[in-house]
């Protein structure tokens, strides 16, 4: 869960509920998540929790009661080598899918899934896949505050073209809102906006830089190297996982000093996918059945 699910502040909106249960999604996420961690104990792979799940780890030792997604981040070092070996290391359920190995993937990041499993998050972002757990790379960045705005800058402009590419041009019909999109197909593919996000990422390396960032939540979520640190074990619904090293400098960093505080009912965001189907394999979903 990224810091805007956990909401204190801005505009009052009606909290949507979901039409699947959470809590058993929240038990076959962590399913994925205690295999994963089985792998990167095997393979000496660097992980951690983060976001909202780090959160959840602090403030209620598992999930936020309302969430109903998993966040880590790995190292640049540690992640590319999960890209390279993901196919033998990983258990035949689990797939990791990001924009190196899978051309048509429209995201800066990327995710664990199940396979036995079918999710579609947004229609308009059709993007066909299992259950996942979401794997972000933490990247060095500069320590000049003024060259760090500028960088996220060069990211966030990016990643707008790349959501812009996979976005359905006529989602608010084929007037000008479906301009800028039409505009973003006609002059990138998914492929080169992708390559360009990466060669963002890895402009600063990540062992030699004191400070690191995980570019989704832009300048937000940079701080020194130390905060992320060496791992420190966190209990997370049970189960023993890798937190990072300063979990309440990184809090405040992301979620403000009042995160050990709940957000009002009304500002519990929560996913409410489109699709959700956890006994069937994405592969053999068939979308004229869907209704």
Known sequence: MKPGCDIRKGASHQRKEPNYDVRELQKRLLGIVVDFDRVCREHQLRYYVTYGSMLGAVRHRGFIP??????LGMPRDDYDRLIAHSRE???PHLE??????DDAYPIAFGKLQDNRTTIIERRHL??????????????????????????IA??????????????????????????????CRKLFTMIQVQARIR?????????????VCLYD??????????????????????????????????????????????P????????????????????NYNENSDC
């Open 66 to 71: 309302w969430d109903d997604d998993i966040d």
């Open 96 to 101: 990791f899918v990001c924009g190196e190995n």
């Open 154 to 183: 060069h990211y966030v402009f990016w990643s707008r073209v790349l959501y812009f590419i996979h976005r359905d041009p006529y989602r608010h019909g084929r007037g000008p809102s479906s301009w800028l999109p039409l505009l």
């Open 126 to 151: 059709h993007y066909l896949g299992g259950i996942f757990v979401d794997i972000m790379p933490i990247d060095g960045i500069c320590s000049n505050a003024l060259r760090q705005r500028l960088h």
């Open 264 to 283: 009002p009912e009304n500002m519990r965001k929560i996913h409410c996918f489109d699709y959700l189907d956890l006994n069937n394999p994405y592969r």
């Open 89 to 91: 290391w990983l258990p």
């Open 199 to 211: 060669k963002i990422l890895m402009r600063y390396p990540y062992r030699q830089s004191q400070f």
């Open 217 to 262: 939540d832009h300048s937000r979520a940079i701080m020194p190297k130390s905060v992320v640190g060496e791992p420190e074990t966190v209990v997370f619904e049970g189960v023993c996982l890798p937190g990072v090293h300063d979990a309440d400098a990184y809090l405040r960093a992301v979620y403000g000093s009042d995160y050990m505080q709940l």
